[in-house]
């Protein structure tokens, strides 16, 4: 095989999948078999139940308003969404469950974020400062106490700032030895950040960001686009390692768990609910053509679980 037919290989692999597949699909790899793993919503929610449902199965996911154990079949709109009862060991209150995390009881946590510095701070609050996002929820509780962290994001050159407009989750502040113990944080830190263009983890020594996995299909031009896009200098691993593709077991999960192909499409237009509206169908039987599709994958979850 020549190195342009391997290439155009890889160019035509990457064109399969959207930017929220290959991130989902890439941190669910990142958790560790019986963790007690805090998800996040939508992205980072779906990676941990990926990872759950293919790789982990005794994995015990927590919500912040206090799923505990539950099976991770169906996608949360909010950590209380009622679909984290499916299966669930518990139910607790958010309190009780902030006392676990707090208690050192949380190994892991996958997190989004809006902008991220160099040592792993991330910001949810406000950019700009005129635009405030939805904030962090329970996110700077979990980035201070959770074993460790992993951030899930739709690659984008502004994610990376050399100094963040606000920090809400610390990461390892400035970097320095200790850092986070000196501030009073219990948990480890970012361990990662996956993005649709590589995973990105920290030295162990200066605790600064560098890029450690890339997709087949990026290549050495790539590399210093992304390089480019980072207001600091980017570190590379010497021994940059390749990320494997989505396989069709992770695409049956999310699948699973996603009728509305709300993260399968990424144009809203291409889902179930506005191809059948588009149509100019909107009378009982289009709503009756949307309640099946939403009914035959909850049969589908149920008889997983079965």
């Not at 997709?215 to 790539?222: A, I, N, R, T, Y």
């Amino acid at each position: 095989m020549t190195n342009q037919t391997a290439s155009n290989q890889a160019s035509e692999l990457k064109g399969k999948f959207s930017p929220v597949i290959l991130t989902c699909c890439a941190a669910a790899r990142q958790f560790i078999d019986k963790e007690v793993v805090f998800g996040g919503v939508g992205v980072s929610f779906l990676a941990v139940a990926i990872s759950k449902l293919r790789y982990t199965p005794c994995l015990i996911m927590v919500t912040e308003a206090g799923y505990v154990d539950f099976a991770g079949v169906s996608s949360m709109g909010s950590p209380a969404d009622n679909h984290g009862a499916i299966g669930a060991s518990l139910h607790q209150g958010l309190f009780d469950t902030f006392r676990d995390l707090q208690s050192g009881h949380i190994n892991a946590a996958c997190l989004g974020l809006a902008q991220v510095d160099k040592f792993g701070n991330a910001n949810v609050s406000y950019v700009n400062p005129n635009i405030r996002m939805n904030g962090s929820g329970g996110g700077c509780d979990i980035a201070s106490s959770a074993g460790r962290v992993v951030y899930v994001v739709k690659y984008a050159a502004r994610t990376f700032q050399e100094k963040l407009d606000y920090i809400t989750n610390p990461g390892y502040l400035d970097g320095s030895p200790d850092a986070r113990k000196k501030a009073g944080l219990v948990g480890g830190g970012p361990a990662c950040l996956v993005t649709d263009r590589g995973i990105f983890r920290f030295d162990e020594k200066t605790h600064e960001m560098y890029l450690a996995e890339v997709f087949p299909w990026q290549d050495e031009k790539d590399i210093e686009s992304i390089k480019a896009d980072v207001p600091w200098d980017l570190k590379v691993a010497d021994n940059l390692k390749i990320i494997e593709p989505p396989n069709q077991g992770e695409i049956d999960a999310i699948a699973l768990m996603d009728p509305g192909k709300a993260y399968l499409e990424e144009s809203m237009m291409n889902r179930p609910v506005a191809l059948i509206s588009m149509s100019g169908r909107r009378d009982l039987n289009a709503y009756r053509e949307i309640a099946e599709i939403f009914r035959a994958k909850f049969q589908q979850a149920k008889d997983y679980l079965l």
